[in-house]
């Protein structure tokens, strides 16, 4: 569904298949946020960032990745409320 001129707006199971993946890349990123590839690439490099100055290290690969709760936590998301929006959003399209 379009919103806006570039503005996409996701339903909740599909937010739901996102969030349960355990690392996110770009696009993810972008889906949750609602923004551009910019700016979700913006927040990826902080929450690497952030995990390298800590000493940890993240898995090397073609695509940079990084462990969607780290995603979940910045963008303060409310996965109980996302869970129960998507149970309920599957039980109306089912009846």
Request: charged letters at 35%; a positive charge.
């Amino acid at each position: 569904m379009r919103l806006n001129k570039g503005e996409i707006k996701i339903n909740y199971s599909e937010l739901f298949a996102i969030i349960s993946k355990q690392w996110a890349n770009v696009s993810d990123i972008k889906d949750l946020c609602g923004n551009g590839r910019d700016k979700a690439r913006q927040i990826r490099n902080e929450i690497a960032h952030d995990i390298t100055a800590s000493g940890k290290k993240l898995l090397g690969g073609k695509e940079k990745k990084v462990p969607m709760s780290k995603v979940i936590d910045y963008l303060s998301m409310d996965i109980d409320y996302i869970v129960k929006m998507a149970m309920l959003e599957k039980k109306i399209n089912n009846e």
